[in-house]
């Protein structure tokens, strides 16, 4: 005989699922700050060329940008994305906390509000829901158009925040994470900051701190965010479709490298904890390659590297030709 426990009357009504928005809402303050993190670095790209080609570019410039945009990208792809979203492996926690640090150099988000974003994607990709699928509008011309630029940054002005609660209940919980989403802010400053002050110091002139802070931050920050949001917009309407997915991400081969491997989007979407997302010959993976340099170090561990079954199950099969 099976014994069902009956409800205490003290015990309440029964939990309500949490909603989607998070009723915190971005503040008119966090709207502007978007608007100059997305509007300050376009100009200073536009601005970069003829800055170099008179007197605005020096190998310490160079230096110092390289190094910040392989540092905070790989924080984003390897960190905030592949370990901090999908569980793509395990990291020992000094790892962990130099992830999620790289990550937040990026300007993106907190690493809190970057997974719960993400995942809330992965749920509805391309479908009602998708926080930035540029097929929002429709399919045609100008409908698609609009969407890719909605896609590419005009989400980031909506003023309703992704429930973290709901996508990120576990990175809530986590004290670590939850110290990295409080310092934010400083990290963001720091990011700005440091190439400046490094200019300085490498070149020890004034010069020199302002055109660190141009290359190693304006310029840095700009092209490490369009190349992010690409993924969003491009990634989602124009490529290559290698395996089966219920949504519309494609290969992007060109965006590869400066994308470390996100942009073999078509996969991840297919295969989202899968810790290398360019599996192809010839899909080179600079995140993947990484983990596993990480794991060979005993700084990773369960990584989830590509399955040759799955694989095969999932790819898609081209017509051939008669």
Known sequence: MTVVAERSPSAGPNPQPKPDIDPERKTRGELVTFGVVVAAPLIAIAAAVPFAWGWGLGWSDVLIAVVFYVVSGLGVTVGLHRHFTHGSFKAKRPLRIALGIAGSLSLEMSVLDWVATHRKHHKFSDKEGDPHSPWRFGSGFRALSKGLLYAHMGWLFEAERTNREKYAPDLVKDPDVQKLHAWFPVLAITSVALPAVLGGLLTWSLWGAVTG??????????????????????CHVFGEEDFEVRDKSRNVWWLAIPSFGESWHNLHHSDPTCA???????QIDLSAGLIRWFEKAGWASDVRWPNPERLAARRVERPTAV
């Open 213 to 234: 802070f141009f290359w190693g931050s304006l310029v840095r920050i700009g092209l490490l965010h369009h190349v992010t949001w690409s993924i969003n917009s491009i």
């Open 276 to 282: 290398r997302h360019g599996v192809l010959k010839g």
